[in-house]
């Protein structure tokens, strides 16, 4: 018991716990942001085979000449043939586990890096390949996981989701171009 003065001196549980400190190359302020990028993105790993179909999907909708690419899924006309197709699934899933890895790294950013600029310049050896893939994703991508996420998709994960593509997309060209520079992404 004893007096309210002495109990405050002996309360240590008010002291804050030590805040988090996120990577300066995340294109995060906060480990809030960071944090619900994760819990987003949990959400969004139960169902990510279907997702990342859906993604694909949309993005060959909307951007045909990059099917040709593909030249193990130019012959998928219908949306019912890619669904079913393993060698399309594998494609999507190539796309959704780069980005999972990435979402696993987010306070291994090195890790996360190296993943995105390897990938990058692994379709720098693909004939005909050009940046615009990378980017012409982005909308499909965000799409889908809004779909997924329903009402839990809110203007901050929207934002923190095209923050973290910002991130993916400067990493990825990094590797294509062959220039792994500090080349940070402060949005």
């Known amino acids: ?31 809030r942001q960071v944090f619900n990028m ?3 993105w949990k959400a969004v790993t139960r169902s990510l085979e279907d997702t990342a179909k859906d993604t694909l999907i949309r993005f060959f909708e909307r951007h045909p000449e990059h099917k040709a690419l593909h030249t193990n899924l130019v012959s998928l006309d ?11 699934e594998n494609a999507a899933l190539d796309i ?11 306070e291994n950013v090195d890790v996360a890096i190296d993943a995105l600029e ?19 994703l982005e909308e499909p991508f965000l799409e889908s996981v809004s779909a997924v996420l329903a009402e ?11 923050n973290i593509f910002a991130f993916i ?12 520079g500090d080349n940070t992404n402060r949005i």
């Open 1 to 31: 018991m004893g007096c309210l003065q002495s109990k405050d001196k002996n309360d240590f549980s008010s002291t804050d716990p030590p805040t988090r400190k996120v990577d300066s190359r995340l294109p995060f302020e906060t480990y």
């Open 38 to 40: 994760r819990n987003s």
């Open 78 to 88: 219908t949306e019912e043939a890619m669904r079913e197709s393993l060698a399309f």
């Open 96 to 106: 959704f586990n780069l980005i999972d890895q990435v979402m696993e790294n987010l």
């Open 118 to 136: 390897a990938a990058g310049e692994a379709h720098g050896r693909i004939q005909g390949f050009k940046t615009e893939y990378f980017k012409d």
């Open 152 to 162: 839990r998709y809110t203007e901050a994960t929207e934002r923190n989701f095209k």
């Open 169 to 180: 997309l400067t990493h990825i060209t990094n590797g294509y171009e062959g220039t792994s």
